[in-house]
T-cell receptor
């Protein structure tokens, strides 16, 4: 059965800290892995990863995929209070393109 | 970038009434629309997958007669919660992918509809 496991489930840090969020998965037909940020409304897209070892970067956020060890990490450097959100990892697997979601990591950045 | 417009953003309705939620893709053709429900502090739960012009595929445990999905055009999909009850109160979100094999930045979400049934 395809599944996505995120860790930690929640995290509290201070502004300026660097955080690493983890997403491990099991899948029979991998297509891509996606990261989303969810604040109070619908998730907003961060990254889509398809190839191992290629870091994707957007400002203070970066992500990388390891298809051999079946995990991805999302790094946030110099965290700000605006980074407080739930970060969701999703797996695109199979022919029907539906996403398999992790439970998310709830990040709180305190001033 | 691609945009999915979802309406209404929030709705309060009386128990027993029906509520329709619309999702429109504004600048691309959404051949596939995914409908999710999310309860507080929980992850997204896929309810159904709809493809333009065909019947929706519902996930196990989701009542298709209660959650009616229509995807009659490439830019519009609707979810109707029929005879809503308080336990249907939740955050409903649509997500679309285009007909060109997927957008380079993944799936696009609507802004969500918070439904409260009283």
């Amino acid at each position: 059965e395809d599944k996505v496991v995120q860790s930690p489930l929640s995290l509290v840090v201070h502004e300026g800290d660097t955080v690493t969020l983890n997403c491990s998965y099991e899948v029979t037909n991998f297509r891509s892995l996606l990261w989303y940020k969810q604040e109070k409304k619908a998730p907003t897209f961060l990254f889509m990863l398809t190839s191992s070892g290629i870091e994707k970067k957007s400002g203070r956020l970066s992500s990388i995929l390891d298809k051999k060890e079946l995990f991805s990490i999302l790094n946030i450097t110099a965290t700000q209070t605006g980074d407080s959100a739930v970060y969701l990892c999703a797996l695109n697997a199979g022919n029907n393109r539906k996403l398999i979601w992790g439970l998310g990591t709830s990040l709180a950045v305190n001033p | 970038g691609a945009v999915v417009s979802q309406h209404p953003s929030w709705v309060i309705c009386k128990s027993g009434t029906s509520v329709k939620i619309e999702c429109r893709s504004l600048d691309f053709q959404a051949t596939t629309m995914f409908w999710y429900r999310q309860f507080p502090k929980q992850s997204l739960m896929l309810m159904a997958t709809s493809n333009e012009g065909s019947k929706a595929t519902y996930e196990q445990g989701v009542e298709k007669d209660k959650f009616l999905i229509n995807h009659a055009s490439l830019t519009l999909s609707t979810l109707t919660v029929t005879s809503a009850h308080p336990e249907d109160s939740s955050f409903y979100i649509c997500s679309a992918r285009d007909g060109q094999g997927g957008l380079s930045y993944g799936y696009t979400f609507g802004s969500g509809t918070r439904l409260t049934v009283v």
